[in-house]
């Protein structure tokens, strides 16, 4: 398996780790777009948001929930924070392990570029 995020999780590359669970992995992206910029992955392998089946109703729920936690310890909740998840090529997904962008700390624009 190839895949940096799945070596990510089950630890054959480091990344700064904020939360896991047998679920999911949160860690700092390696290059933030916000003073916080954090993705949370499931522990399965699921190439893009295309591969979610009714199975994974859950654990798309449980990324969620991680990220509102991670927003509220992070003390940014009530400020306001993005989350993003990225789709194939126009939707501009570079790695294709499913991941959830939190990102806060600044104003967001809208539209996205
Ligand atoms: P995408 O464009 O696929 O939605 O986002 C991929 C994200 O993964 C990018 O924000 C990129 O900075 C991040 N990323 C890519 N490789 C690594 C890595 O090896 N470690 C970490 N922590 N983040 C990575
Ligand atoms: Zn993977």
Not at 103 to 110: A, D, I, K, N, Y
């Amino acid at each position: 398996m190839s895949c940096i995020f799945c070596k990510i999780a089950n630890g054959e590359i480091s990344a700064k780790i904020i939360y896991q669970d047998e679920r999911v992995v949160a860690f700092n992206d390696l290059s933030p777009q916000a003073p916080q910029h954090y993705l949370i992955i499931p522990r399965k392998h699921l190439a893009t948001l295309n591969d979610l089946t009714n199975e994974d109703v859950e654990l798309a729920g449980h990324m969620l929930c991680v990220a509102k936690q991670i927003a509220i310890d992070l003390g940014i909740a009530e400020t306001g924070y993005r989350t993003v998840i990225n789709c194939n090529s126009d939707g501009g997904q570079a790695v294709y392990h499913l991941h959830l962008h939190l990102l806060g700390g600044r104003q967001m624009e809208w539209p996205p570029g």
